[in-house]
């Protein structure tokens, strides 16, 4: 097996709800709840679900961008979560993040040359002329050019500002990145580009991603396995071909059907999901997904199915897929 870079074991993450005169806690929403996974060096693994399911939230819970409420979360022999603030920050040199807006994450005060040394400024890496040359060297890398240093956020296009963040990105060398929705806030034509610069870079500097969206054919396009949230659970994992392939969660199932095929004649089942997405701060007790699902099952109700694997390397969290309670 190839050697893990990341195990993330039973990763919550509560928010207090407070309310009355007194702001006292009323409640609690429970955007992460009890996430298991694993990530392999070198590869890519697809986080997808719908908006509200906690997928940005685990990314920013494995940088430590926000602070996890249980769980740990391992790169490579170090538990993140344990970590001091100081040690906390030389280690986001090996783990770095690529945000949904590539414009609100600029500064536009800074040229593109600030924005890019900062990294280097922040780990104290190389002298001011080494710094320069390494900004001048990883834009030509994403696709732009060194005279592109001296410009401000708002003077490129979408597609070219993310490029910079993906710079930025790679600016410490890091061995993990976390890309939070990358191309969802970018025209089509460019979704493409910019996914098959990230698969380029990947082979280049030899990276692992945690690739984070909402639309299954760009997840497809990139990941080697596939993860699928719901509530703040993971439901499903597997392989990439044979997630779209074979896919056992009926959510899963659902969200399938769900992408359109370019083929006027082509049918598929229609698989309907009722009702609307409950609230992370109300979860439904049992299976989260059992208020929408049309295979529920008494037990459903009552009873949270077990994450675990179904076939080699496939994982669900079903009890259709249960020992003793088989309803195929």
Known sequence: MTELLLQVNDLKKHFPISG????????????????????????????????????????????????????????????????????????????????????ASLNPRHTVERILEEPLIVHGIGTKEERKKRVREMLEVVGLSSYHAKRYPHQFSGGQRQRIGIARALMTNPKLIIADEPVSALDVSIQ??????????????????????HDLSVVRHISDRVGVMYLGRLIELADSEELYSKPLHPYTKALLQAVPVPDPDFVREEIEIHGEIPSPS????????????????????????DFKEVEPGHYVACHLYNEGEQHL
């Open 20 to 103: 009355g005169v007194f702001g006292r806690t009323v409640g609690e929403v429970k955007a992460v709840d009890g996430l298991s996974f694993y990530v392999k060096k070198g590869e890519t693994l697809g986080i997808v679900g719908e908006s509200g399911c906690g997928k940005s939230t685990t990314g920013r819970l494995l940088l430590r961008l926000l602070e996890p409420t249980e769980g740990s979360v391992i790169f490579e022999d170090k538990d993140v979560t344990e970590l001091s603030k100081s040690d906390m920050r030389k280690l986001r040199r090996e783990m770095q993040m690529i945000f949904q807006d590539p414009f």
């Open 192 to 213: 493409s580009q910019v996914l098959n610069l990230l698969e380029d870079l990947q082979k280049e500097f030899e990276l692992t991603y945690i690739f984070i969206a």
């Open 282 to 305: 109300n979860p439904p007790k049992g299976c989260a997904f059992h208020t929408r699902c049309n295979e529920c099952m008494e037990i459903c109700k009552t009873t949270r199915p």
